[in-house]
């Protein structure tokens, strides 16, 4: 076990070396099936006639066109246009929402909704309450995944008609509610399996029973770590920093379409955030054979002291899905420098990579639904 | 101490600490709901006759409201409600009943607990039962034999650990 934002969570699983394990976990998770624990993820309920209106304003991406079932990534912004936090937002019914956010961040989110639910809203028409304690989320991902729900029998429709990607389905578990969500943090079709706390230890039990007949095992947050990076996947305060701005990690649509008001906008369309030396997010290419680059390592130009940082490694692993190093970075102009090399500078040593779109592995999403 | 070397949480029922001043004991079966906006609206749909309880009020025998603001209060149940989820008429019900946990301290020290714990002045009470104890969110009421608390199911194993050092 090891704390991720304040919670403990597996790490990894067995007592082997640790890397060996890690390695192990996130290979078996994409070539067959894998159980990882999202219990912590914020859960977080906007309820009443004005959760749509309220929904919107605190989030970059409207939420509001969700129809009820389905489910929407995106992005939320301090005042300053900086992205504070990123989760997917289910559509429960008209007059009801569920905010997913970081593990770490849930009690930040409930303080923001709560006070623009005060400040901007009629505060008798929505109100907000964390659920998150209350629901155990076990995540089955990968190609098999899908057999393996199936395994357990829960009484749902798994086929991608009744429940596509990006979109829920609910049903009964030990006679309590059971939520089924179709979301992905992996890149691989993913059904997150939400039951109340003391309904988890079995239902984890029954997941754990079937993941051997499809070849598959437990998985840690470490390996999750590796194949979010491979497919590009942020972590908030990892993969950005104080300045990044949403169009900065590629997401500029709802700045360029949204006429309405949310909250950030007005400092997404300041000189700043539009400086052309802005730091974007980008991954980073070293040679084969190569070890990974060191999270926190330079992006640099010039020698001496004339030597300047141009950006910086945020995430960095061995993927043995690809068999060679995935690495993340905040690079300045990085978006519009693709296939340049560039000189990367750590504790005294230089090493070279190469400027490439974030995402390594099944840039055209096939994975998710395979 | 390595950063993955953990002892297994206790258990969210049963008996967490025993000393020779005082115990705690988690208590087990509640019904627990979040309820927001017209609180009198609410109560008279899920629980009738249910009273609101204060900071340090007098927690009856049946249901009753801790209440958390001026329009949100944690209903507690014998039992689980079984009430659906989402917004009603000017309401809104949200299920929690595994999502917190009551923990009960009982015994002679059970006071100087309590004053270890808050630096509220519960003598003066307050509409709200929500203070920081233990450096916790938690609601506050007082017991035939000492006080409840409830808390955030995921924060028991810090408060127990607090209550062993009491």
Not at chain 1, 111 to 135: C, K, M, N, S, Y
Request: overall charge neutral; charged content about 25%.
């Amino acid at each position: 076990m090891r704390e991720y934002g304040g919670w403990l969570r597996p790490a990894w699983y067995g007592p082997d070396d640790p890397d060996l394990a890690i390695q192990a976990e996130a290979r078996r998770a994409r070539d067959t099936v894998a159980l990882f624990d999202g219990s912590s993820l914020g859960k977080i309920e906007v309820i009443g006639p004005d959760a749509p209106a309220l929904v919107d304003f605190h989030s970059y991406n409207r939420l509001s066109t969700l129809r009820p079932g389905k489910i929407r990534y995106g992005f939320i912004l301090s005042e300053t246009g900086i992205v504070d936090d990123d989760g997917v937002t289910l559509r429960l019914a008209d007059d009801r929402f569920l905010v997913s956010c970081s593990s770490g961040h849930t009690d930040a989110v409930v303080t923001r909704l709560e006070l623009w639910r005060q400040d901007r809203f009629d505060p008798r028409r929505v109100f907000i309450h964390d659920g998150t304690a209350q629901w155990a989320t076990l995540t089955v991902t990968g190609p098999r995944s899908r057999d393996c729900v199936a395994a357990l029998d829960l009484g749902v429709a798994l086929d991608d008609e009744s429940l596509p990607h990006m979109a829920f389905t609910t049903g009964t578990y030990e006679d309590a509610p059971l939520r089924i969500a179709r979301v992905s943090f992996t890149g691989d079709r993913s059904y997150e399996l939400s039951v109340s706390l003391s309904r988890a230890k079995t239902l984890r039990a029954k997941i754990v029973a079937a993941l051997p007949a499809f070849g598959g095992g437990l998985m840690g947050s470490e390996a999750l770590m590796i194949l979010r990076a491979e497919k590009g996947y942020i972590i908030v305060g990892k993969d950005t920093d104080g300045a990044t701005m949403p169009h900065d990690l590629g997401v500029s649509a709802p700045r360029a379409q949204r006429k309405d008001e949310y909250i950030g906008k007005r400092s997404l369309f300041l000189p700043v955030a539009q400086d052309p030396g802005r730091k974007q997010l980008v991954r980073l290419e070293v040679g084969a054979g190569e070890a990974p680059l060191p999270t926190g390592a330079h992006a640099v130009e010039g020698e001496g002291k004339e030597r300047r940082s141009r950006g910086y490694v945020t995430s960095s692993y061995f993927s043995p899905t690809l068999g060679r190093p995935v690495a993340l970075g905040l690079i300045a102009d990085g978006a519009s420098r693709m296939g340049e090399s560039l000189a990367v500078y750590h504790l005294g040593a230089e090493r070279r990579a190469r400027i490439a779109p974030a995402v390594a592995l099944d840039p055209q999403g096939k994975r998710l639904h395979a | 101490m390595r950063e993955t070397d953990w002892a297994p949480a206790r258990r969210a029922e049963g008996t967490l600490v025993a000393k020779p001043g005082f115990s705690a004991r988690a208590l087990g079966g509640l019904g627990q709901t979040l309820v927001s906006g017209d609180l009198d609206a609410a109560f008279a749909g899920l629980a009738p006759g249910a009273p609101f309880v204060g900071l340090y009020g007098l927690v009856p025998e049946g249901a009753h409201a801790l209440r958390i603001a001026r329009d949100r209060a944690l209903l507690v149940t014998p039992a689980p409600l079984r009430a659906s989820d989402g917004w009603r008429e000017g309401f809104c019900a949200t299920t929690v009943d595994d999502g917190w946990v009551a923990i009960e301290v009982e015994g002679k020290g059970a006071s100087l607990v309590l004053m270890q714990g808050t630096a509220a002045d519960l003598s003066a009470g307050s509409p709200s039962a929500a203070v920081l104890f233990a450096g916790r969110r938690c609601l506050i009421a007082r017991t035939e034999r000492g006080f409840r608390l409830h808390v955030e199911a995921p924060w028991i194993e810090a408060l127990a650990t607090w209550l062993d050092g009491a």
